[in-house]
Structures are given as C-alpha cells and as structure tokens.
C-alpha cells in the first residue's frame, strides 16, 4: 500500500536531487528516508532510481512517480480543503439584506438560537446583488 508520506519523499527527493538533502528538508534521517523510499519500490515492484556510489537519479520510472505522486498529493489537498468547506457550509447561516440595519438585530438573535452555526450577513443592493 502506498502512503502519502512516501509520495511527498519521493518528491523532495526529485525536488533537492539528493537523498540527503531531502532527508534535511523534511527532517529525516538519510537512512530512514532510504528505507522509506525502498519501501515504495517494492510497493510499486519497480526501481525509481539509477544508483550511483553517493548519487542517486530518477529513472523514467522515478518521473512518471513524480509526475503521478505531485497530483495524487494537489488532489488530495484539494480533498481536504472541500470536505472543511462543505462542513462549514452545512454549520453557516446565511442572512442576506437590502440594509445593513436588520442585520444588526438579527446576527446576534440567529447566534443566541444555533451557537453552533457561524453566521454569515450578505449585503445585497434593491437587485438582490451583493453590494
């Protein structure tokens, strides 16, 4: 099983071109980032890298991992980012007015009635459009 981990070293480590530069960047020992990234090998069942004595380069396989792993990661930031939204908008009120005055009464009554809804005010011009 691949883990979000492993996608996010594989890329620092095509980011910095070194193993030990990426084990710094994310706090890591050379070793454990290693070992970490062998892990993901077999996970896959291929090489990532060519292997040189204190070098290591990305092999074709080792791209497309990368290429793969920075959308696999956008997307699931994107994933987070709209579950938090779609939660919030399911505990916010929204109250819209053509002036600012009812909105001064209302706010704070809605919060007293749903303490664990947020409130929203909207000001809308006489078209219903925000203002």
């Not at 396989?61 to 399911?90: C, P, Q, W």
């Not at 909105?103 to 409130?119: C, G, K, N, R, T």
Request: some cysteine.
């Amino acid at each position: 099983m691949l883990e979000i981990m492993q996608l996010e070293q594989l890329i620092a480590i095509a980011k910095n071109r070194t193993i030990s530069k990426a084990a710094e960047e994310l706090n890591l020992s050379q070793p454990a980032l290693s070992r970490s990234i062998q892990k993901l090998e077999r996970a896959l069942g291929v090489t990532l890298f060519e292997r040189q004595k204190n070098k290591v380069a990305l092999n074709p396989n080792g791209k497309l991992a990368v290429e793969y792993a920075e959308k696999i990661i956008r997307e699931t930031h994107d994933m987070a980012e709209h579950i938090r939204a779609f939660d919030r908008s399911r505990h916010t009120i929204a109250v819209g007015s053509c002036a600012p005055a009812p909105l001064w009464d209302i706010v704070p009554i809605l919060s007293l009635l749903y303490p664990e809804m947020a409130i929203s005010s909207l000001l809308l011009d006489k078209n219903g459009c925000l203002c």
